[in-house]
C-alpha cells in the first residue's frame, strides 16, 4: 500500500485560540481516514494522520510571510 501525505496547514481556529480543538482534529482524523479510504481503497488500519500546525508567520506565499501576502492581497 503506497504511502500517502495529506497536510493540513491550520489558517486560524477561533478568534485568540491558538490551536484547533481535541474535537476539531478528531473530525480531521476521521475525515482524512475516511477520504484515503474512499479513493485509494486504505485501510483505516494502515493509515496515520499527524496533525501539525503552524502559525501563519512561519510560512510563505507568493515570496511573502502569509500575514504580509494576505495584507497586499486585501487592498
Known amino acids: 500500500m503506497p504511502i500517502v501525505t495529506i497536510q493540513v496547514t491550520r489558517e486560524g481556529a477561533t478568534p485568540g485560540a491558538t490551536s484547533l480543538t481535541t474535537e476539531q482534529k478528531a473530525a480531521l482524523i476521521k475525515g482524512s481516514s475516511q477520504l484515503l479510504l474512499d ?37
Not at 40 to 65: C, H, M, Q, R, Y
Not at 68 to 73: C, G, I, K, L, S
Open 39 to 75: 479513493v485509494l481503497g486504505k485501510p483505516l488500519d494502515s493509515t496515520f494522520v499527524v496533525i501539525e500546525e503552524v502559525a501563519t508567520d512561519n510560512w510563505g506565499w507568493g515570496g511573502l510571510p502569509v500575514p504580509e501576502f494576505r495584507r497586499r492581497r486585501a487592498t
